[in-house]
């Protein structure tokens, strides 16, 4: 079945990177009908949009708070998607949840934690 694994979330500190990684499994990764995505969430507010990459060609699409600091990326050889978080802000702290869009069909990972603190 499709399994989505999160990882590499984390405490850093104000202008802090991070990188979380999406191990996919159970679905042909590379395909024209891929979409992988990042999502984040905070108590009390809906899931919001961050990052998306078409695993077919790279094309990729950003949230107006993510661009010029977040980039999404995807290793088609080993099916995992990327999200490289550069200049972090107190403000991206959330819940991050990757998921991918598969011939319409959409799953989720479980999530991985963000904070931005000192």
């Known amino acids: 079945q499709v399994q989505l694994v999160d990882s590499g979330g984390g405490l850093v500190q104000p202008g802090g990177s991070l990188r979380l990684s999406c191990a996919a499994s159970?679905?042909?990764?590379?395909?024209?009908?891929?979409?992988m995505n990042w999502y984040r969430q905070t108590p009390g507010k809906e899931r919001e949009f961050v990052a998306r990459?078409?695993?077919?060609?790279?094309?990729?699409a950003y949230a107006e708070s993510a661009a010029g600091r977040f980039t999404i990326s995807r290793d088609n050889d080993k099916n995992i998607a990327y999200l490289q978080m550069n200049s972090l802000k107190p403000e991206d702290t959330a819940m991050y949840y990757c998921?991918?869009?598969?011939?319409?069909?959409?799953?989720w990972g479980q999530g991985t934690q963000v904070t931005v603190s000192s």
């Open positions: 998921g991918a869009t598969v011939f319409g069909r959409e799953y």
């Open positions: 159970g679905f042909t990764f590379n395909t024209a009908f891929t979409v």
């Open positions: 990459v078409a695993t077919l060609g790279g094309m990729t």
